[in-house]
């Protein structure tokens, strides 16, 4: 397969990348091992100068990674990709990568609690600020805007209150101000939502997720164009070492193939349990895209080709309801991660969002009656009689 325009999405998640060996192998082959050997002195002289194109050492050169590289690349719609340990050496590496001491980020609010450590722990101890606008606040992104902007880093839907971003506006803003558009794409994958068609620069993922969607390896990625995400990232990546294991990029390789069925799964399924508990007189509030009632409805029906499989719900009984839900179901699992094709439950204010204080919580819209939902592929009934045991205790 050499060019991919002329293929579509769905084809592409399960060949793009590959490259057939000599043995004629069908499936995706794992490389695992650490270095590769050469024909001559002189090869090896070659391939270190960069003369020759040829496998080094796994940790910056590796068939199974790049294969696995490639078919993400091609899934957004970029030029380059680097995979990464995690998502969250994605998004380090995105940052030490491209911006020095002095420079700026304008960020939104809402996002992963871990991105916001190393913004406001790490990066800030290296002479990086970072401003936090509300992500749907076009106005207040402006605002925040200092001569050393350089980056915009956002996620979008937002997790797990699901507020959509403008990526096409905030594209347009940020080429204005000259700066770099993040988005860590992890909620949607490409398969709903290719940000770099909307101007984006940057994609994140956490592999961790939907990528793999069975819960089994950590890894992340970065996407974009070839000047920065594959050589100022890659040359980063492969001096500082936070490089993907070729064993997990085979197993996100096995993901993809199937990234297209169950994105389109994970979605009718949040959509038929968001209708659901929208009906239930104990429930004050769904936030999910999908529903004609949440306020963005229309841009995220512009911006995604589907909602997604992550909803969150408002118990009007608050803390004590909430914990009743999460505490009678029986299979559902009760974890923090998402992206699975077990559906899983979690309480933000005293999981995922338990370091903010109570007056950040609500202002973020975490109140204590919020519990969030990553719709699994069980059977949709099966998932609603094991919520419904709960609100059977209300
Ligand atoms: C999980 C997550 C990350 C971090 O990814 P890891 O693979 O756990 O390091 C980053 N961004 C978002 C939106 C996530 O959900």
Not at 126 to 151: K, M
Not at 236 to 258: D, M, Q, Y
Not at 332 to 340: E, F, K, V, Y
Not at 383 to 391: A, P, S
């Amino acid at each position: 397969m050499d060019n991919y325009d002329l293929y579509d999405f769905a084809t592409l998640a399960v060949r793009a990348g590959q490259d057939r060996t000599h043995e004629r192998e069908n499936s995706d082959p794992l490389f695992l091992t650490s270095s590769f050997v050469f024909e001559s002195a002189a090869q090896a002289a070659a391939c270190f100068s960069g003369n020759e194109s040829g496998n080094i050492y796994s940790r910056f050169t590796n068939p199974t990674v790049r294969a696995f590289e490639q078919r993400l690349a091609a899934l957004e719609g970029g030029e380059s990709c680097v995979a990464t340990a995690s998502g969250m050496s994605a998004i380090l590496a995105t940052c030490l990568s491209l911006l020095k001491s002095g420079d700026h980020i304008v960020s939104s609010k809402d996002i992963f609690g871990t991105t916001r450590a190393i913004f406001n722990k790490y990066l800030a101890r290296f002479g990086i600020e970072t401003t936090f606008v509300p992500l749907a606040d076009l106005t207040a992104w402006e605002r925040a805007i200092q001569p050393n902007t350089r980056l915009f880093f956002l996620e979008t839907p937002s997790n797990p209150l699901n507020e959509i971003a403008d990526i096409a506006q905030l594209a347009q803003l940020s080429k204005k101000y000259q700066t770099l558009l993040v988005v860590d794409n992890c909620f949607c994958t490409p398969a709903l939502q290719r940000p770099l068609e909307l101007g984006a620069d940057i994609i994140i993922h956490s592999a961790t997720k939907y990528l793999d969607g069975q819960g089994r390896c950590v890894g992340g990625a970065v996407v974009g164009d070839k000047q920065r995400v594959g050589e100022e990232i890659f040359g980063f990546l492969r001096t500082a070492g936070p490089t993907l294991s070729p064993f997990n990029a085979w197993v996100f390789l096995k993901g993809l193939e199937t990234l297209t069925l169950r994105m389109e799964a994970h979605s009718r399924q949040a959509q038929a349990i968001a209708e659901w508990l929208e009906k239930k007189p104990e429930v004050a509030r769904v936030y999910y895209a999908g529903l004609a009632s949440h306020p963005q409805h229309q841009l995220a029906a512009k911006q995604q080709s589907d909602f997604g499989g992550l909803l969150a719900f408002e118990l009007k009984g608050g803390k004590a309801a909430a914990w009743t839900i999460i505490d009678s179901v029986s299979f559902i699992s009760i974890t923090a991660n998402l992206g699975d094709t077990k559906s899983i439950i979690t309480h933000p204010a005293t999981t995922t969002h338990s370091r903010l204080s109570q007056e950040e919580r609500e202002s973020s819209g975490i109140k204590d009656g919020l519990v969030r939902l990553s719709v699994g592929l069980e059977s949709v009934e099966d998932i609603k009689k094991d919520l419904q045991q709960g609100f059977d205790k209300l």
